[in-house]
């Protein structure tokens, strides 16, 4: 399969996980090959205000140049921020042959629980 063809069976995956994780998380699908206009699928990116043809986060281009996908094949529960707000995040590496190709995101806003637990 070419890396186009992989990343194409990732997309409806992507509204079916923000279909059953809610409104709260955003999931996106990056296209690696193309940082500057890297998301090719998107649901709840009213999140981080990011569409389709948005590019990779600075963790993204991270990860893609550290390589670290290269001995795992996810990365779970990280911290991460966008427009003021704060989320558990996780990061599915997609390969091809063993060459990273695209990354499937899942960012939880966490917002509201840390202003909770502020005002307690």
Do not use: W
């Not at 992507?14 to 998380?25: H, P």
């Not at 649901?43 to 981080?48: K, Q, T």
């Not at 001995?71 to 427009?83: E, M």
């Amino acid at each position: 399969m070419t890396d186009q063809e992989v990343l194409s069976l990732f997309i409806p995956f992507v509204y079916f996980l923000g279909e059953v994780l809610g409104e709260n998380t955003e999931v996106v699908l990056h296209d690696v090959s193309c940082p500057e206009h890297s998301i090719v699928a998107i649901e709840h990116g009213f999140h981080s205000g990011r569409t389709i043809g948005s590019s990779l986060t600075d963790f993204a281009f991270q990860v893609k140049n550290n390589r670290e996908y290269e001995t795992k094949d996810y990365l779970v529960n990280y911290k991460a921020k966008a427009k003021g707000k704060e989320f558990i995040a996780s990061t599915f590496y997609i390969k091809n042959h063993g060459k990273l190709i695209g990354m499937l995101c899942l960012n939880t806003n966490t917002s509201a629980i840390h202003s909770f637990i502020k005002s307690t």
